[in-house]
Antibody
Framework: EVQLVESGGGLVQPGGSLTLSCAGSGFSFSSYWMSWVRQAPGKGLEWVANIKQDGSEKHYVDSVKGRFTISRDNARNSLYLQMDSLRAEETAVYYC???????????WGQGTLVTVSS | DIQMTQSPSTLSASVGDRVTITCRASQSISFWLAWYQQKPGKAPKLLIYKASSLDSGVPSRFSGSGSGTEFTLTISSLQPEDFATYYCQQSHSYPYTFGRGTKLQIK
């Protein structure tokens, strides 16, 4: 059974930093693109970032470029999202997701809540 | 960026009804479209990929169609567990974008 378990969410002040982690199991982690998707309270889904199997290719939504960094450690079956200079409007549940090569989301974690507030 | 426009934003229906949700892309995305179901407090779940392929384990009452810029998700006979919010998503090009969702509620 595929499992994706996020951690690292919490309360952070505007301008602060936070690193999210996602532990994958039940599949060959190193064989898949991975992704972060967020959902603000009561709102829709927003793609944040994707990373290729070996980490050699990364893509970001424009609004986070230069502030967020996606990375992975295939030896630990783990995905990360380093978030700097956080803004109040980035308060959201952040989901880790396993991506098919065609770009759709095969599996999702349960999400971790990031609250950006003073 | 490719904009995905879903309609309606809210849909009221009864158990047993046939319902259709539409997703329009601002430019052609061929068949690079997926549909997800999300229930309150839960992660989304993949239903349909490549516009019309049913994901494993998804009931056959769900179907998808379309290509280019116009797509539909149809539920042939609504079941109580189908009341949820549905999202479309394009993976034709970056940035990947989602529709704003259709909330399917009980009439």
């Amino acid at each position: 059974e595929v499992q994706l378990v996020e951690s690292g969410g919490g309360l952070v002040q505007p301008g602060g930093s936070l690193t999210l982690s996602c532990a994958g199991s039940g599949f060959s982690f190193s064989s898949y693109w991975m992704s972060w998707v967020r959902q603000a309270p009561g709102k829709g889904l927003e793609w944040v970032a994707n990373i290729k199997q070996d980490g050699s290719e990364k893509h970001y939504v424009d609004s986070v470029k230069g502030r967020f960094t996606i990375s992975r450690d295939n030896a630990r079956n783990s995905l990360y999202l380093q978030m700097d200079s956080l803004r109040a409007e980035e308060t959201a549940v952040y989901y880790c997701a396993r991506l098919d090569r065609s770009g759709y989301y095969l599996d999702w974690g349960q999400g971790t809540l990031v609250t950006v507030s003073s | 960026d490719i904009q995905m426009t879903q309609s309606p934003s809210t849909l009221s229906a009864s158990v047993g009804d046939r319902v259709t949700i539409t997703c329009r892309a601002s430019q052609s995305i061929s068949f690079w479209l997926a549909w997800y179901q999300q229930k309150p407090g839960k992660a989304p779940k993949l239903l349909i990929y490549k516009a019309s392929s049913l994901d494993s384990g998804v009931p056959s009452r769900f179907s998808g169609s379309g290509s280019g810029t116009e797509f539909t998700l149809t539920i042939s006979s609504l079941q109580p567990e189908d009341f949820a919010t549905y999202y479309c998503q394009q993976s034709h090009s970056y940035p990947y974008t989602f529709g704003r969702g259709t909330k399917l509620q009980i009439k």
